[in-house]
């Protein structure tokens, strides 16, 4: 469709009246626009959150405050946030992370969309305004069945994991820039040398993010080591859903996530 | 909504031009300013070379609708040879031969200046990663990596010419 109208409101509260007038909400715009410029735009209007002040990060007691329009690269840049540093290093290029934004990466496809992936891990809230007001939403629910019409996500608030329980992995055709044949982000914790706690994300192997529950439940109680965590990925088998693409066939992306998730929880 | 007046401010400049709605930065670039160092190569974010600065850091310019960055400052390979003299970067691509058909040149020059400018003592995967956005089909890579470091180097006043 031809663009009749690009709003870019200064709050939050027009960015949900534009979109619950139908108009396509617009984060970065490095999924939008590549369909704008090639004649297939969802919508006639679109809505920018470049200026509607989502740009904010924060991080206070524990917990990090994303705007929805922060990019990628202010993610990186603060202080409080290295431990995502790596992952963040793993999604497109330095220059495209200075557009795509964290709510943008919530509704990308897969095998884009490794922060979502991390922010499953890490069992992210949703801040989500829309016609009726406030709601926070877990990021799982968002990821698995989107927003209200109308509604706009504005933030996602995470609890930062503590030092050595966070663990990221990707595997891709390169070493850079490249996307997911399989994405393994995770926070484990251990005591007296077995798994008390892990909340495990997957990326690239099923339609959206997912959690591997059936390796989260098979790692309870038992040691982190090469075999348990090889069993774990077998058993995660039964969590995925893969898709043959450009980068890797179904088949190879479920034959290698065993490995990755080994490799992601046992560097 | 009809077309619009949009303002930025370009290599310094203050320019005013009319912007119908929905149109990139890089068009704006292109056509309404007469700016064409920036090209159009795949118009989908994949290849880099409509990469601008806007406020200093690189961005591809035919994912931005122009309206999202009205008054912001935008920085294009125009603006880098000041008064017509090559710059650092600029001179470095010409004696290294990291500039074959030219496409990419331009969004790898500017990717380079926003490197320099935050980091003038790049490491070589620093470079690499800079430019892991810019796609390159003639040099295979090796000779833009040297020249931006050779212009880190002069930059730096550590090798005199």
């Given at each position: 469709?031809?663009i ?8 939050a ?6 979109s619950?007038?139908?108009?396509w909400?617009?984060?970065?715009g ?8 090639s004649?297939a735009?969802?919508?006639?209007e ?6 509607a ?13 994303i705007?929805a ?9 603060h202080?409080?946030l ?11 290029s ?16 897969q ?5 979502a ?13 829309g ?6 939403a ?7 069945s ?40 995770a ?15 997957l ?22 080591t090469?075999?348990?965590?090889t ?8 969590d ?28 | 909504?009809?077309?619009?007046i949009v ?12 912007a119908?709605?929905g ?16 090209k ?17 850091r690189?961005?591809?310019a ?27 970067v600029?001179?470095?691509?010409v ?23 935050r ?27 040297i ?15």
């Amino acid at each position: 469709m031809v663009i009749q109208a690009v709003h870019v409101p200064e709050s939050a509260e027009a960015a949900v009246t534009y979109s619950a007038r139908g108009a396509w909400i617009m984060g970065g715009g490095t999924v939008v626009m590549p369909l704008v410029n090639s004649g297939a735009a969802p919508a006639t209007e679109l809505v920018s959150l470049r200026r509607a002040g989502l740009g904010g990060v924060e991080v206070r007691d524990g917990v990090a405050r994303i705007g929805a329009a922060a990019t990628l690269a202010a993610v990186g840049e603060h202080p409080g946030l290295s431990f995502l540093r790596p992952a963040l290093r793993t999604i497109a290029s330095p220059t495209l992370r200075n557009q795509a934004t964290v709510g943008g990466n919530l509704f990308v496809a897969q095998p884009y969309g490794d922060l979502a992936v991390c922010l499953l891990a890490l069992d992210a809230t949703c801040e989500i305004a829309g016609p009726d007001g406030r709601r926070d939403a877990p990021v799982a629910d968002v990821l698995a069945s989107g927003v209200g019409s109308g509604e706009v996500v504005v933030a996602v608030r995470a609890a930062l994991p503590g030092p050595g329980v966070w663990h990221y992995h990707k595997a891709m055709r390169r070493r850079l820039n490249s996307a997911a044949i399989v994405t393994v982000a995770a926070v484990t914790r251990t005591a007296d040398g077995v798994v008390t706690f892990s909340r495990i994300a997957l990326g690239g192997v099923a339609p959206r993010p997912v959690r591997a529950v059936s390796a989260e439940r098979l790692l309870r109680g038992r040691p982190l080591t090469h075999d348990v965590l090889t069993e774990a990925g077998e058993a995660a088998h039964g969590d995925i859903d893969p898709f043959d693409d450009a980068y890797a066939s179904a088949w190879y992306r479920a034959r290698v996530l065993p490995v990755h998730l080994r490799r992601a929880l046992l560097p | 909504m009809p077309s619009q007046i949009v303002s930025l401010v370009v290599n310094g400049e203050r320019r005013e031009f009319i912007a119908a709605p929905g149109v990139t930065l890089l068009a704006s670039l292109r056509e309404s300013l007469g700016l064409t160092a920036a090209k159009r190569g795949c118009a989908q974010g994949a290849c880099g070379t409509c990469t601008v600065l806007v406020d200093g850091r690189p961005e591809v310019a035919c994912l931005v609708a122009v309206e999202t960055v009205a008054g912001r400052s935008v920085r294009t390979l125009e603006g880098v040879a000041a008064g017509g003299e090559l710059d650092e970067v600029q001179n470095a691509f010409v004696d290294c031969f990291a500039t074959q058909c030219g496409f990419c040149t331009a969004g790898m020059i500017m990717v380079a200046e926003a490197l320099l400018d935050r980091d003038p003592d790049p490491s070589e995967a620093d470079v690499v990663e800079a430019i892991s956005g810019n796609v390159c089909r003639c040099t295979g890579y090796r000779p833009i990596v040297i020249a931006i470091l050779e212009a880190a180097r002069r930059r730096r006043g550590a090798v005199s010419r």
